[in-house]
């Protein structure tokens, strides 16, 4: 049982937009702006595509969105394209005892 | 370029001990916060331990006492030791440059099987 909340999965056609929830408590989410989302394709390491709920680092292309309300944060991927399939997962700080929490991840299916 | 090299995963049994090691390049170990995160065989994400610049460490619950996280500044390598292991710590350990509580730089991973 993860500590975060992701529907397992989301598809989309290319170039169409999909949002992946991430839904925590007041604890996590809700409490701290440090909320990150990473993409894994199979076999590879995940990569970091959002930090601190909607900062994207250097080469992520801004197809690639974060925001937050409350305890849900989410992820948009606009203008599908097939290299976008992978699964997502989402983190969030959670305090000095659990540090970092993850959601169980969202396959992202390109159709 | 940040590059993060993990090795010394293996098959190992129950109760036994494992050394995993992080060999970094481009950047300054002991100057950063690194993590270990690992990942049960088709399963999500779960942080393990971090050690701040520091040097302060901090861990799961689930590896508290057991997992050991330590760095070795002259190598510019992180170490995790890991001892009484268990079969739910079965997984590939990805290490990762840690930096606004989010992981930049991943490795490319390790995978530990504890079985007998």
């Given at each position: 049982q993860s500590a975060l909340t992701q529907p397992p999965s989301a598809s989309g056609s290319p170039g169409q937009s999909v949002t992946i929830s991430c839904t925590g408590t007041s604890s996590d989410v809700g409490g701290y702006n440090y909320v990150s989302w990473y993409q894994q394709h199979p076999g590879r390491a995940p990569k970091l595509m959002i930090y601190e709920v909607s900062k994207r680092p250097?080469?992520?292309?801004?197809r690639f969105s974060g925001s937050k309300s409350g305890n849900t944060a989410s992820l948009t991927v606009s203008g599908l394209q097939a290299e976008d399939e992978a699964d997502y997962y989402c983190s969030s700080y959670?305090?000095?005892?659990?540090y970092v929490v993850f959601g169980g991840g969202t396959k992202l299916t390109v159709l | 370029e940040v590059q993060l090299v993990e090795s010394g995963g293996g098959l190992v049994q129950p109760g036994g001990s494992l050394r995993l090691s992080c060999a970094a390049s481009g950047f300054i170990v002991s100057s950063n916060y690194m993590s270990w995160v690992r990942q049960a065989p088709g399963k999500g994400l779960e942080w393990v331990s971090v050690i701040y610049s520091g040097g302060s460490t901090y861990y799961a619950d689930s590896v508290k006492g057991r997992f050991t996280i330590s760095r070795d500044n002259s190598k510019n390598t992180l170490y995790l030791q890991m001892n009484s292991l268990r079969a739910e710590d079965t997984a590939v350990y990805y290490c990762a440059r840690t930096w606004e509580l989010s992981f930049h730089y991943w490795g490319q991973g390790t995978l530990v099987t504890v079985s007998s």
């Open positions: 250097s080469g992520v292309p801004d959670a305090g000095s005892n659990r | -």
